[in-house]
């Protein structure tokens, strides 16, 4: 069965400071990639994906994401964190071989302190 | 745009009772899923659907889990009886088709305590 990794569990910051949130999977064929935030008090909601073609992907509000295959990583970046960005990030992997369920990772909590 | 519906906001049961969340999903969603996301975890998929017939269900505890879709639209999840390990937030969420590269809808979820 697909497994996702989320090894940073809370992740405290100043503003400006650059972010990197680590993200692996355990499948080894065709994978679609997310990654979903939640900010406090609201709903889940998608931030980027990837799914095929350049392997860096741009997603709202600054962010962006890079597919390694090698390394089975998609790690989530920021270079410059925003009071605003506090919230919890959930990465999230969808196998194309396999049983297409949406599994997810156990999530980053992000503090981004003014 | 509507979003995903869900209710009720809160529950708190004790064990044993049964409780029993609703969803209803975006307008022409056709793939609906449940999540249970416990404290500390990410969410675990319980169920998915495609219309109104269930696409995956493994992870569900069926002992004392059960969910339909009877028209393909809205769902019910029920539980029956619950246990304290059962405390967690359920997530219902959509998409248009189910394909692999969609994203998924979520909606504000049940937060079920089981005392």
């Known amino acids: 069965a697909q497994s996702v990794s989320q090894h940073n569990h809370h992740v405290i910051l100043s503003e400006a400071a650059s972010l990197e949130l680590g993200c692996n999977y355990s499948?080894?064929?065709?994978?679609?990639l997310f990654w979903y935030v939640q900010y406090p008090g609201q709903h889940l909601q998608l931030l980027l994906k990837y799914f095929s073609g350049d392997p860096l992907v741009k997603g709202i509000k600054g962010f962006e994401a890079e597919f390694i295959k090698s390394k089975f990583s998609f790690n989530l970046r920021k270079p410059s964190v925003q009071w605003s960005d506090t919230a919890e990030y959930f990465c999230a992997v969808i196998d194309s071989g396999g049983s297409y369920i949406p599994t997810f990772g156990r999530g980053t909590s992000l503090i981004v302190h003014p | 745009e509507a979003g995903v519906a869900q209710s009720p906001r809160y529950k708190i049961i004790e064990k044993r009772q049964s409780v029993a969340f609703w969803c209803n999903p975006i307008?022409?969603?056709?793939?609906l899923y449940w999540y249970q996301q416990i404290l500390g975890q990410g969410p675990k998929l319980l169920i998915q659907?495609?219309?109104?017939?269930?696409?995956?269900d493994s992870q569900l505890p069926k002992d004392r889990f059960s969910a339909e879709r009877l028209k393909g639209v809205d769902s019910t999840l029920k539980i029956q009886p619950a246990k304290l390990e059962d405390s967690a937030v359920y997530l219902c969420?959509?998409?248009?088709?189910?394909?692999?590269?969609?994203?998924?809808?979520f909606g504000s979820g049940t937060q079920l305590s089981v005392l």
């Open positions: 499948y080894g064929g065709t994978v679609n």
């Open positions: 659907f495609q219309n109104n017939g269930v696409v995956d």
């Open positions: 307008s022409g969603h056709a793939t």
């Open positions: 969420a959509s998409s248009l088709q189910g394909t692999t590269n969609e994203k998924l809808f």
